[in-house]
């Protein structure tokens, strides 16, 4: 063959190197953004997993402290009336029920009654 058509023969393979290479590249490039993607994918997702997770460990740790201070305030609810239920006892009268029968058919007079709140300490405000 001759040295001209040798030559074009050379370019044609190097033309078609070329084009291969550059296909090969572009092919390159893609994977990468590809594999860049799907990692940026999976981080968006364990991040959004953590967060989720992190909201609902918050949240139900506001529901217990809720729930103790709403037992703490009925336990003060519960104290107070206690207090307030011994010092009515203190003072002779009592409470009863309008179906049931009184439980003291002389009540104290008020001077009696009032004379025996003196004993009792005065309730602490919170």
Sequence with gaps: ESAKAKL???QA????AEDALAETRR???DDIRSEGYDTLGDNLDQALQDTL?????????QEEVISHML?????RY??????IQSIINGTGFTLSN?????KSRNPP????????????QKPKIY
Excluded: F, H, M, W
């Design 109 to 120: 007079t008020l001077i009696q009654a009032t004379s025996n709140l003196s004993k009792y």
């Design 8 to 10: 074009k023969r050379l």
């Design 98 to 102: 309008p179906k049931s029968k009184p």
């Design 71 to 75: 037992d703490n305030v009925v336990n």
């Design 53 to 61: 997770d992190e909201v609902t460990y918050n949240a139900k740790k």
């Design 27 to 29: 092919d390159r490039e």
């Design 13 to 16: 393979e190097l033309l078609d």
């Design 78 to 83: 519960q104290d107070a009336y206690g207090k």
